[in-house]
T-cell receptor
Framework: GNSVTQMEGPVTLSEEAFLTINCTYT??????LFWYVQYPGEGLQLLLKATKADDKGSNKGFEATYRKETTSFHLEKGSVQVSDSAVYFC????????????FGKGITLSVRP | GAVVSQHPSRVICKSGTSVKIECRSLDFQATTMFWYRQFPKQSLMLMATSNEGSKATYEQGVEKDKFLINHASLTLSTLTVTSAHPEDSSFYICSASPPIVDTQYFGPGTRLTVL
C-alpha cells in the first residue's frame, strides 16, 4: 500500500536560515506528490505539488522536486521567515480524480526572530 | 477560488449527544468530499469518502453507524457524530475536489470536545 515517511520533528530555525524537510514515499504506479501547510488553528492549505517525475513544485519561496529514483519529495526554502512557522505535511495521491490522499505524520517548524 | 468552509468551527457537547458538522464547497461543485480526523500532533486519518447521491465509503476501522455521512448536494456534505463520547474529541477536517481535478481543498476544521 501507499505510505509517506517524513523526518522526525520538531524543527527550530532562526530567521533567514535554510530549510530542508525530508519526505520519502512508497506507492504503486505514478502518484502525484504534495506538500500541505497547516498554520496554527487553521485547516490545511496546499503549498505545492508535482505530478510526475522530475517536476518541481514551487510556491512562496518553497520548492520540492519529484525524485522517482530516490522516491523522495524533499521540501526546501532558502531563507525562512517567522511567518513560515507551521506544520508541514507531505502527501501522495494515486492518479485519477478524487483519489485518496495519504499523508505523512507532519512536522512542526518553528522559526525564531 | 476553491474555498471550502466548515461549520461549526468549535463545538462542545455532553457525552451521549449527537453533533452535526457541515462541509461546504463555496465556489465549485464537488462530487466527492473527504472526511479526516486529526489527533493532536498527529497526521490526518481518512475516515470516509463521501459521494454525492450515494453511500459514503468508510475506511477500515471507522464505525459507519457512529459517524454518519450524508452528501445531499454537490456543495454540501455533513458528518454526524452520534452518541458522542470523550474519546471522539478531535479535530475533524473535510476536503473537496472539483470534478476531474486531482487537488483536494481543505476546510478549516472543526474542533469537537465531548465532556
Amino acid at each position: 500500500g501507499n505510505s509517506v515517511t517524513q523526518m522526525e520533528g520538531p524543527v527550530t530555525l532562526s530567521e533567514e536560515a535554510f530549510l530542508t524537510i525530508n519526505c520519502t514515499y512508497t506507492a504503486t504506479g505514478y502518484p502525484s506528490l504534495f506538500w500541505y501547510v497547516q498554520y496554527p488553528g487553521e485547516g490545511l492549505q496546499l503549498l505545492l505539488k508535482a505530478t510526475k517525475a522530475d517536476d518541481k513544485g514551487s510556491n512562496k519561496g518553497f520548492e520540492a522536486t519529484y525524485r522517482k529514483e530516490t522516491t523522495s519529495f524533499h521540501l526546501e526554502k532558502g531563507s525562512v521567515q517567522v511567518s513560515d512557522s507551521a506544520v508541514y505535511f507531505c502527501a501522495l495521491q494515486n492518479t485519477g480524480a478524487n483519489s485518496k490522499l495519504t499523508f505523512g505524520k507532519g512536522i512542526t517548524l518553528s522559526v525564531r526572530p | 477560488g476553491a474555498v471550502v468552509s466548515q461549520h461549526p468551527s468549535r463545538v462542545i457537547c455532553k457525552s451521549g449527544t449527537s453533533v452535526k458538522i457541515e462541509c461546504r464547497s463555496l465556489d465549485f461543485q464537488a462530487t466527492t468530499m473527504f472526511w479526516y480526523r486529526q489527533f493532536p500532533k498527529q497526521s490526518l486519518m481518512l475516515m470516509a469518502t463521501s459521494n454525492e447521491g450515494s453511500k459514503a465509503t468508510y475506511e477500515q476501522g471507522v464505525e459507519k453507524d457512529k459517524f454518519l455521512i450524508n452528501h445531499a448536494s454537490l456543495t454540501l456534505s455533513t458528518l454526524t457524530v452520534t452518541s458522542a463520547h470523550p474519546e471522539d474529541s478531535s479535530f475533524y477536517i473535510c476536503s473537496a475536489s472539483p470534478p476531474i481535478v486531482d487537488t483536494q481543498y481543505f476546510g478549516p476544521g472543526t474542533r469537537l470536545t465531548v465532556l
